[in-house]
């Protein structure tokens, strides 16, 4: 039987962390939060409402922040375009699902096993490698193009669909979260199960993976936007079309539209604006309540 019991205070019933009811004592936090939530909202207000836009809204002095008179010519332009592609559309975009999922599995698991052997083994250099990955923290992409260049093509990754896939397990900031994680796990929890004859890959499986949920959901968002988004390893690493991503040909599409019509690229650059950043909304929704719900059970137990 659990020691928590549900609470009543002024008709409320609370179970967990949310209250089931309502009471005039959360006003103050509508009156706080409420606005702060609108103004968190206006980008992608904003994303949405300029795909729908025609060319004289598009192009309006002074600009409109949302659109007066909705039209689909943007889509419509942005399909054409696509079917007239000497490579179909629907390649760049399989490219894209399978990197993005390999790439998401692989991080998790490279960031975890690591974490868990900086948390919970004892060797030698432990934590000189794990202040490397802090430091690591420190670069931005952009400042290790050219190492990262040299490094894929000695090994020759050139032109192959792991490509895309390896560079991106190196990922410190998920290393850095899931290992603090695992460090609030108590060192009792893992010396029982020893004693029970319990091995790493079953206390890995049985026991870690279950407590660093909140942890992996919020890898699984970071790497999917960072994946998806990502035009930059087609544009530097690959020469073969058919290995290519969705948003490579996106960028390319409304960049080489938008020199031969500016008009039309602005138009055709919105509407993929929106097709691009409708996965990572869905994803980061489902995630994300998903996030919330573990750590609100785990912050009962």
């Given at each position: 039987?659990?020691?928590?019991?549900?609470?009543?205070?002024?008709?409320?019933?609370?179970?967990?962390?949310n209250?089931?009811?309502?009471?005039?004592?959360q006003?103050?936090?509508?009156?706080?939060?409420?606005?702060?939530?609108?103004?968190?909202?206006?980008?992608?207000?904003?994303?949405?409402?300029?795909?729908?836009?025609?060319?004289?809204?598009?192009?309006?002095?002074?600009?409109?922040?949302f659109?007066?008179?909705?039209?689909?010519?943007?889509?419509?332009?942005?399909?054409?375009?696509?079917?007239?592609?000497?490579?179909?559309?629907?390649?760049?975009?399989?490219?894209?699902?399978?990197?993005?999922?390999?790439?998401?599995?692989?991080?998790?698991?490279?960031?975890?096993?690591?974490?868990?052997?900086?948390?919970?083994?004892?060797?030698?250099?432990?934590?000189?490698?794990?202040?490397?990955?802090?430091?690591?923290?420190?670069?931005?992409?952009?400042?290790?193009?050219?190492?990262?260049?040299?490094?894929?093509?000695?090994?020759?990754?050139?032109?192959?669909?792991?490509?895309?896939?390896?560079?991106?397990?190196?990922?410190?900031?998920?290393?850095?979260?899931?290992?603090?994680?695992?460090?609030?796990?108590?060192?009792?929890?893992?010396?029982?199960?020893?004693?029970?004859?319990?091995?790493?890959?079953?206390?890995?499986?049985?026991?870690?993976?279950?407590?660093?949920?909140?942890?992996?959901?919020?890898?699984?968002?970071?790497?999917?936007q960072?994946?998806?988004?990502?035009?930059?390893?087609?544009?530097?690493?690959?020469?073969?079309?058919?290995?290519?991503?969705?948003?490579?040909?996106?960028?390319?599409?409304?960049?080489?539209?938008?020199?031969?019509?500016?008009?039309?690229?602005?138009?055709?650059?919105a509407?993929?604006?929106?097709?691009?950043?409708?996965?990572?909304?869905?994803i980061?929704?489902f995630?994300?309540?998903?996030?919330?719900?573990?750590?609100?059970?785990?912050?009962?137990?």
């Amino acid at each position: 039987m659990s020691i928590f019991k549900p609470k009543r205070h002024s008709g409320i019933h609370y179970s967990g962390i949310n209250p089931k009811g309502y009471h005039p004592s959360q006003l103050k936090f509508y009156v706080i939060l409420l606005p702060l939530v609108l103004f968190m909202l206006l980008p992608m207000a904003f994303i949405f409402s300029h795909a729908f836009k025609p060319p004289d809204e598009l192009f309006a002095y002074p600009p409109r922040f949302f659109v007066i008179n909705p039209t689909f010519k943007n889509f419509i332009d942005l399909f054409s375009k696509m079917s007239s592609s000497g490579v179909p559309v629907s390649r760049y975009l399989f490219n894209s699902i399978i990197i993005t999922g390999v790439t998401i599995a692989a991080s998790i698991l490279v960031s975890s096993t690591a974490a868990y052997a900086l948390s919970k083994k004892r060797f030698k250099l432990k934590k000189t490698l794990f202040a490397i990955n802090t430091v690591a923290l420190m670069f931005v992409p952009i400042a290790v193009t050219i190492p990262r260049f040299l490094i894929i093509e000695q090994i020759g990754l050139m032109d192959t669909f792991w490509v895309h896939v390896l560079p991106a397990l190196a990922m410190p900031v998920g290393l850095f979260l899931i290992k603090q994680f695992i460090d609030g796990i108590p060192d009792e929890i893992i010396e029982a199960a020893r004693i029970d004859g319990a091995n790493d890959l079953y206390i890995y499986f049985q026991i870690i993976l279950p407590m660093i949920k909140p942890a992996i959901a919020t890898i699984a968002i970071l790497t999917f936007q960072a994946t998806w988004n990502n035009a930059d390893t087609s544009s530097l690493f690959i020469n073969d079309e058919s290995l290519k991503t969705f948003a490579f040909y996106l960028t390319t599409l409304t960049s080489t539209t938008a020199g031969a019509n500016a008009v039309a690229g602005q138009g055709i650059a919105a509407a993929a604006s929106l097709i691009t950043f409708l996965p990572n909304l869905i994803i980061f929704i489902f995630l994300q309540s998903q996030v919330m719900s573990t750590m609100s059970h785990s912050g009962l137990k």
